[in-house]
């Protein structure tokens, strides 16, 4: 027999007979479809799902942690920017101001 697991939004993990009551009480069944699997569920239990993988996967040190990074990257970002349009506006500037241009 296949052991069961249920893990619900506040991310209690249920095993066992605990588990296979919870399954029979909150379970996605009737999204199911036998030759797709589940391609569509409704808003509510969207919701639902991104509340628990918010608590599950991503800790408030790791938001902060996602923030920082992203700042990083977005100022690495702005400053490539810059380097590649001074660049460029030196390069114009030597292109018109050469001898072989005149």
């Known amino acids: ?11 209690n993990v249920l095993t066992g007979a605990a588990a296979e009551d919870a399954l029979k009480a909150e ?3 009737l999204f199911l479809s036998a030759d797709r699997g589940i391609v569509q ?12 993988e918010r608590r599950h996967w ?3 040190e790791d938001r902060q942690q ?3 990074i992203m700042s990083i ?4 970002l702005a400053i ?3 380097q590649v349009r001074l660049f460029t506006m030196r390069l ?11």
Do not use: C
């Open 58 to 60: 991503m800790r408030e």
């Open 1 to 11: 027999m296949t052991k069961k697991y249920h893990i619900d939004e506040q991310v």
């Open 41 to 52: 569920v409704s808003s509510e239990r969207w919701q639902k799902a991104q509340r628990a």
């Open 27 to 29: 379970n996605d069944e």
């Open 80 to 82: 490539k920017f810059w």
């Open 66 to 68: 996602t923030i920082g």
């Open 92 to 102: 114009n500037w030597v292109v018109a101001h050469s001898p072989i241009s005149a």
């Open 73 to 76: 990257f977005r100022i690495l």
